[in-house]
């Protein structure tokens, strides 16, 4: 679990700029934009899944 979570901030960073600028060049702007809401609505459900909070106690 701890390799997901450590994972999960580094993966998005890299993969989605990267997805949105060849939707961009290869299909058309409005793709990439798309892509970008809904990649950026997936990771962030990642990153609320994924988190590790503090005990409180």
Same mark, same amino acid.
Do not use: D, N, R, Y
């Given at each position: 679990m701890?390799?997901l #979570? @450590?994972?999960? $901030?580094?993966s998005? @960073? #890299?993969? /989605?700029?990267?997805i #949105?600028?060849?939707? /961009?060049l290869k299909? +058309?702007?409005? @793709?990439g934009?798309? &892509? @970008?809401v %809904?990649i +950026? +609505?997936l990771w962030? #459900? &990642? /990153?609320?899944?994924?988190s *590790?909070? $503090? *005990?409180? %106690?």
């Amino acid at each position: 679990m701890k390799t997901l #979570v @450590a994972l999960t $901030p580094i993966s998005g @960073a #890299v993969l /989605m700029p990267l997805i #949105v600028t060849l939707l /961009m060049l290869k299909v +058309s702007i409005g @793709a990439g934009v798309l &892509a @970008a809401v %809904g990649i +950026s +609505s997936l990771w962030f #459900v &990642a /990153m609320l899944l994924t988190s *590790e909070l $503090p *005990e409180h %106690g």
